[in-house]
């Protein structure tokens, strides 16, 4: 498929003016991967599930909008930076988008359209700005995010748990201050509810022993139903380490 650059926005057909016409380029059907030019402004009215085997896609620094429904139904997109200059994000723009498990959104992009990433049911980090949280209604269905709760973390900590654990001992020891230590003490009941679908979260409220015991059963039976290995053996050292009675797996239902 060959795509045009018209006034900086993205169209499947010539314009008749060609003085218009900023550049063109093409994209095979079975393209895993696509890397839009610099110059594109916004994604005009084109529809990327065309491409079904669509993994990835790279966005120049130039665009300024994503429109509607511009990546709806991409089941194989796995990964999107979205540039720093993004401005706005239509309706339905990554909706059911079941493949994407972590997303960055730039803190000055506004996505007011409803529904805008619904459906992406395995989206399980998701960094954003307290503004941003006014947006609440784009992340329907999203089974694995809390999102409310994410008005109690700062973006910093939330960073540092995904960081910390992920071999950034560095990154993770520079940003966790004792402020948000403090934090996380006086908020411990509302962290603890967010962590069941927040990993790193838990395994950060298990390394500052910030779990009560007598819950520990739920978060080891919701690790198991993960599939989350590691989580699993973290919670039960947890357990084994501050709980005097002895921990039975058969008895967790």
Partial sequence: MRFYITDGILCTEPPRDAARCLGSFDVPD?????????GVLSTGEVRFRLFPQLRTISLPNSLEAINARAFEQCTHLTHI???DGLRSIGTFAFANCIRLTALRIPENTNFPGDMCFAGCVNLRELFISRRQLRYKKAFRFCRFLTVPAFDAVPAELRRACVMGFAGHEAMYSDVLQKKYMTHLRKNASTFCKAAFDHPPL???LCREALIKP??????IFHALKCGDVGLTSLLLEYASAHRKDTLCLDSIQ
């Fill in 30 to 38: 079975d393209a895993r991967h696509i890397d839009l030019p610099e």
């Fill in 81 to 83: 930076n979205l540039p």
């Fill in 202 to 204: 838990l395994r950060l």
């Fill in 214 to 219: 007598q819950y520990i059963d739920q978060y």
